[in-house]
């Protein structure tokens, strides 16, 4: 089945600065890719995501990039604001018919005001 | 639209009692899906329907668990008997029909004594 890592598992950025956030997987033919955030006391949120035919996708500050050949695909937060402090996580679908999302382990991020 | 709905959202219970945690989804979405987030596991996918049938129930723990779709607005995951290692927030999430995208509600916080 698939596999997604992700690293770093926490990240401390100033305010203002960008928080770049990687993961990989191991199963080529997946080709959904979304970035979830959860708040303290929240269930997950989707904030973006990408598919396989797409190599970036921008929405404001959130950016996503992936590489199919390398397998791994990254989250990119620009000017970072204290409401950015969440866990994030990636995760990965097989294609249409196989609706399972594997997540990753998350990523703490903490914006120092 | 509310969103998906969970009930309770908090649960003290003692080991060996019967727990059974509620699910609405939203509204015309086709598949629904059960996890268990801890700290040690992360999130992990327990069950997952489509159209009311369970399609992969390879991430239930054990006996213990079992989960219902009686019909396309309501879902119950039942644990019985709980035993302390249950203890977890347990979320359940939606899709549309239009692709991957799941929405999550808030949780249920378990906590079995």
């Known amino acids: 089945g698939e596999n997604v890592e992700q690293h770093p598992s926490t990240l401390s950025v100033q305010e203002g600065d960008s928080a770049v956030i990687k993961c990989t997987y191991s199963?080529?033919?997946?080709?959904?890719f979304p970035w979830y955030k959860q708040e303290l006391g929240k269930g997950p949120q989707l904030i973006i995501d990408?598919?396989?035919?797409?190599g970036e996708k921008k929405d404001q500050r959130i950016a996503v990039t992936l590489n199919k050949t390398a397998k791994h695909f990254s989250l990119h937060i620009t000017e970072t604001q204290p409401e950015d402090s969440a866990v994030y996580f990636c995760?990965?679908?097989?294609?249409?018919?196989?609706?399972?999302?594997?997540f990753g382990t998350g990523t703490r991020l903490t914006i120092i005001p | 639209d509310a969103g998906v709905i969970q009930s309770p959202r908090h649960e003290v219970t003692e080991m060996g009692q019967e727990v059974t945690l509620r699910c609405k989804p939203i509204?015309?979405?086709?598949?629904l899906f059960w996890y268990r987030q801890t700290m040690m596991r992360g999130l992990e996918l327990l069950i997952y329907?489509?159209?009311?049938?369970?399609?992969?129930d390879s991430g239930m723990p054990e006996d213990r668990f079992s989960a219902k779709m009686p019909n396309a607005s309501f879902s119950t995951l039942k644990i019985q008997p709980s035993e302390p290692r249950d203890s977890a927030v347990y979320f359940c999430?939606?899709?549309?029909?239009?692709?991957?995208?799941?929405?999550f509600g808030p949780g249920t916080r378990l906590l079995v004594l």
């Open positions: 199963d080529s033919a997946s080709n959904y």
């Open positions: 509204s015309g979405h086709n598949s």
């Open positions: 329907f489509n159209n009311n049938v369970p399609i992969d």
């Open positions: 995760a990965a679908s097989y294609p249409f018919g196989n609706e399972k999302l594997t």
């Open positions: 990408i598919r396989s035919n797409v």
């Open positions: 999430a939606s899709t549309d029909r239009a692709g991957e995208t799941q929405y």
